[in-house]
């Protein structure tokens, strides 16, 4: 036997067939070869973000430059449980810059924004208090600190 049908390809979209040929003439064997590689991940910090503006942590801290990577360095302490250093490391696979949340800083604008949340942490922590109990008036649990 010289010719044996495999299969019957007239009923094929006349793209896929050339897409078929060039296949079987190896024209796609380098992209199979090549490795796969993904992107940084966006989805965690992007949820992480979004849950921290509802919350308020976000219109709280401010939104300096400063702000934001006091922000980056809570949310990354809630999704990593690392060390603040750690947390550098760790944002080289995630899409921080991507998410607005960070522009990747070193170890010493860590430092900085720690000194900045704890310089501003009583007044952080009043805007969360009145928000909190601005949006539950029902609860009798708020009280005045003058």
Known sequence: MKNRTLANLSHWNPARIEALRRALRGDFDQAASSEVALGPIFGLLF??????????????????????LGLFLILARVAH??????AVRWAEDHAVS????WARSDEDDLYAALDDLSARQEKIEQKLFK????????????FSTM
Do not use: N
Request: proline share 5%; net charge positive.
């Open 47 to 68: 949820v992480l973000k979004q849950i921290a503006e509802a919350l308020g942590i976000s219109g709280a801290l401010g939104h300096t430059p400063m702000a934001k």
């Open 81 to 86: 449980q690392g060390s603040r250093l750690s």
């Open 98 to 101: 991507e998410s607005s949340v």
């Open 131 to 142: 928000r909190t109990c601005a949006g539950k008036p029902r609860l009798r649990v708020c």
